[in-house]
Structures are given as C-alpha cells and as structure tokens.
T-cell receptor
Framework: KAGVTQTPRYLIKTRGQQVTLSCSPI?????VSWYQQTPGQGLQFLFE?????QRNKGNFPGRFSGRQFSNSRSEMNVSTLELGDSALYLC???WGTGSYNEQFFGPGTRLTVL | GENVEQHPSTLSVQEGDSAVIKCTYS??????FPWYKQELGKGPQLIID?????GEKKDQRIAVTLNKTAKHFSLHITETQPEDSAVYFC????????????FGKGTHLIIQP
C-alpha cells in the first residue's frame, strides 16, 4: 500500500508570494490533517479535512487555508508569505476523523521563504 | 488547550542499553497518546500508541506506560540499536480533534556504538 505523498518536496518563495502544497492520502483514508514543523515551535496543528469539509482548525492566521477534493486529496495554501512561514509542512492521513485515529505522515514539503 | 512537556531534549545511550523518554500533559480529558519516530529527511512514523483505558503497552523492544493520575506517560526502548537513533515525539489528544495532536518538543536519541 502506497504511503502518504506530498508535492513538491522542496519550495523556495519570496515574501509576499503565495504557495500551494499538495497531499495525497493513503488509499481509503478520508481524513487529512496538516501540521507545521519548525525548530522553535515544533509540530503544530494547522487543520483537518474530512469528506471535503474542514473539521478542525489550529491557531494560525487566515493566510493559511486548505481544501479537500472528492478523492480525499488535499491542498494547503499560504498567502502573503512571511519569513516566519519557513518550515516543514507535513500532512497526515487517517481512516476516520478525529485525532485519536492512527495518523500516517507524509515526508513533508520544505518551504523556504526569502 | 493541551500542553505537552517532553524530557530530555537529547539522550545519549550506549548500544544495548535502555532509553527512557518522559512526557507530561495538562488536559485531563486527553485519552490518546501516540509516539512518533522521525528520521532525517522523513516525516514522523507512528511507533506505538496507548489509550487512557490501558496502563501499559508493549511491542517487542518498545513499551509505553501511562499514569493518568499523574498525567504522564513514558517511552521505553530496550536493547537499543544504531537504527534507533532518531528524534522521538510524544503527543496527546482528547480525541475530539479540535486541536489535532499536541506534540512534545522532541527528544534526539543518540545510540553510541
């Protein structure tokens, strides 16, 4: 069974630009969660999508948004990039909604904002 | 919201010895506690988890213990091997998903040959 895939793996952007990251969950998984990982703040929850609906959202500004398609693939968008948005963005998929379901992480997208 | 503290931040042990990583959580409603291992350049990988109705769980060389009264849980790795070198994260959640998983800051485990 193929794991969670994320594209692109690396991305370099400049301040003020916007970026879209993509995540394909494990086949059969309907929930996709997004996390931001930085050396200072560690792993922080961004949001969760299940059946094309955002179920939960972490404490991030509105510049961070996402969506989920009917095939469960998900995209995350960050607008008006800031230097502090440089991070590893991880998505995790699970069979059901709710963080008590076993979550499988992808390799992440390394975003660098210059 | 939930807050998870993890100690130590770095742990160096001799190959073959045991390693113990400890975490405490703040929200008594938390009921699911997974542990993840992250190797360089990869995403976190679930290695073991425990739910609040269980006090201990073991899987080969890895075990996790949970003390709900004291609100702490620990990861135990016995007979450590070089491939155990990685960053380990504990996490907690009340299962409702409102805050997703709340992670500790991680422990860099170094296995000395």
């Amino acid at each position: 069974k193929a794991g969670v895939t994320q594209t692109p793996r690396y991305l370099i952007k400049t301040r003020g630009q916007q970026v879209t990251l993509s995540c394909s969950p494990i086949s059969g998984h309907r929930s996709v969660s997004w996390y931001q990982q930085t050396p200072g703040q560690g792993l922080q929850f961004l949001f969760e999508y299940f059946s094309e609906t955002q179920r939960n959202k972490g404490n991030f500004p509105g510049r961070f948004s996402g969506r989920q398609f009917s095939n469960s693939r998900s995209e995350m968008n960050v607008s008006t990039l800031e230097l502090g948005d440089s991070a590893l963005y991880l998505c995790a998929s699970s069979w059901g909604t709710g963080s008590y379901n076993e979550q499988f992480f992808g390799p992440g997208t390394r975003l660098t904002v210059l | 919201g939930e807050n998870v503290e993890q100690h130590p931040s770095t742990l160096s042990v001799q190959e073959g010895d045991s390693a113990v990583i400890k975490c405490t959580y703040s929200d008594s409603a938390s009921n699911y506690f997974p542990w993840y291992k992250q190797e360089l350049g990869k995403g976190p990988q679930l290695i073991i988890d425990i739910r609040s109705n269980v006090g201990e769980k073991k899987d080969q060389r890895i075990a996790v213990t949970l003390n709900k009264t004291a609100k702490h849980f620990s990861l135990h790795i016995t007979e450590t091997q070089p491939e155990d070198s990685a960053v380990y994260f504990c996490a907690a959640t009340d299962g409702g998903g409102a805050d997703g998983l709340t992670f500790g800051k991680g422990t860099h485990l170094i296995i000395q040959p």
